[in-house]
């Protein structure tokens, strides 16, 4: 998503303008540059993402398991950022944002809530021009006068480039015409976590280009799923694999003190422990924030162990 951590430390791993909701363009600036901005990623966070909040995803053609008012349980529960999928590549969307007027109303209850709203998008690499102009719209997207505290993209799809070399040529020339778009609004990068590119799949994603985009990003938010590794690598704990993976993105971007916001999962497939360790893990190495894939998965019992109690 070498050498290994026991627990605790010890050394031993996806427009149509509807009312209510404005798209207003973005100017360019002259070169990538991060702001240095990376509130709208601390603390707890939470994530959102098109299956489970937008009519016609969710399998089985019901109706979306999260809805505005869950905004609410999310503000009770601590959250201080949601991380929510707004732009898709997908023919279901008709415009360059996931429908704007329902988009707009999860974005005022969250700032009405005192709750920061970060969009994602997962780029597919394949046609820069389209995924820049669903980033701009991000950027430039405007409801009842308020917009995305700040806007991350989701760095792990493959198949539109299969090319490792072409498809990392790709993303190092989104991420600095992007950098440029979103202007003063923090960027943040969803990684795959280097231990998966480099301990377990070698072949996934090879060279990943880390330096080469480190200077778009202001923040970085490595999958830290360590419900996705085999008990016998020793990855498959939450406090392991977390400590691990972040240690590993600041190396390979070459910024020890490189700001990183952890993301924790599968949330369904973890233990108590694996909460509890992946927090602990967060606040070892000093991570701006944290959060576990996603909302809709998390147990109530599991809420107290991620605010840090």
């Not at 997207?141 to 993209?153: N, P």
């Not at 493959?158 to 072409?166: L, S, Y």
């Amino acid at each position: 998503m070498h050498k290994l951590l026991g627990k605790w430390g010890a050394p031993v791993l996806c427009v149509v303008l509807l009312a209510g909701a404005v798209v207003v363009p973005t100017a360019g600036a002259d070169s990538p540059t991060r702001t240095g901005d990376v509130q709208a990623f601390r603390g707890l966070g939470t994530w959102v993402d098109v299956y489970d909040y937008v009519p016609g995803f969710p399998e089985g053609g019901g109706p979306p398991p999260v809805s505005v008012d869950s905004v609410d349980d999310m503000h009770a529960l601590g959250v201080k950022t949601l991380y929510l999928q707004s732009a898709q590549d997908d023919t279901r969307i008709t415009g360059d944002t996931v429908a704007p007027k329902l988009l707009g109303a999860f974005l005022r209850r969250a700032h009405d809530r005192g709750i920061r709203v970060v969009a994602w998008y997962l780029p597919k690499f394949a046609d820069i021009a389209a995924d820049l102009r669903r980033i701009k719209a991000l950027a430039g997207f405007r409801s009842g006068g308020e917009q995305f505290d700040g806007i991350a993209l989701d760095l792990e799809w493959i198949q539109g480039v299969p090319d490792p070399k072409a498809r990392n040529a790709a993303l190092v020339k989104l991420a600095k015409r992007a950098r440029r778009v979103v202007r003063d609004r923090p960027l943040g990068a969803i990684v795959l976590d280097p231990v998966l590119l480099e301990d377990v799949n070698t072949k996934y994603w090879p060279r990943f280009p880390w330096k080469k985009v480190a200077d778009a990003f202001d923040v970085w938010l490595p999958m830290t799923y360590w419900t996705n590794r085999e008990t016998a690598s020793g990855f498959r704990d939450g406090f392991v694999y977390a400590d691990e993976n972040i240690r590993r993105v600041r190396k390979r971007i070459g910024d020890p003190d490189a700001a990183v916001h952890p993301i924790g999962g599968i949330a369904d497939q973890a233990s108590t422990e694996d909460y509890i360790g992946f927090v602990h893990a967060a606040k070892r190495r000093d991570a701006i924030g944290w959060s576990v894939y996603d909302f809709n998965t998390t147990t109530s019992a599991n809420w107290p162990w991620l605010r840090g109690r």
